[in-house]
């Protein structure tokens, strides 16, 4: 059974820092870029960041460029989503997911494996 778990969410003042994991297990995603994505209460899910398969290659969200970062371990098949200077906007339940190819999209339906979720609060 193939499992996304994230984990590594919970509550943090504004302008602080979280450090979201990934785990995969079932099978390995090495060949796949991985993605985070958010959906805030009554809001859509929305694209967050995306690494492709090696991670070489990066994607952002214009509103979360040069706060967050995103990387992978392909030896632990885990993804990490680095959030700095958090702003309550940020609030949300961020999920993991795998895209079926090996570069990234912010396009969601091209990831077909999702995680259930963590939440993510940033109070003011």
């Known amino acids: 059974q193939v499992q996304l778990v994230e984990s590594g969410g919970g509550l943090v003042q504004a302008g602080g820092s979280l450090r979201l994991s990934c785990a995969a297990s079932g099978r390995t995603f090495s060949s796949n870029a991985m993605g985070w994505f958010r959906q805030a209460p009554g809001k859509e899910r929305e694209f967050v960041a995306a690494v492709s398969w090696s991670g070489g290659s990066t994607y952002y969200a214009d509103s979360v460029k040069g706060r967050f970062g995103i990387s992978r371990d392909n030896a632990k098949n885990t993804v990490h989503l680095q959030m700095n200077n958090l702003k309550p906007e940020d609030t949300a339940v961020y999920y993991c997911?795998?895209?079926?190819?090996?570069?990234?999209?912010?396009?969601?339906?091209?990831?077909?494996?999702w995680g259930q979720g963590t939440q993510v609060t940033v109070s003011s």
């Open positions: 997911a795998a895209h079926r190819s090996p570069f990234g999209t912010r396009v969601i339906g091209e990831y077909d494996y």
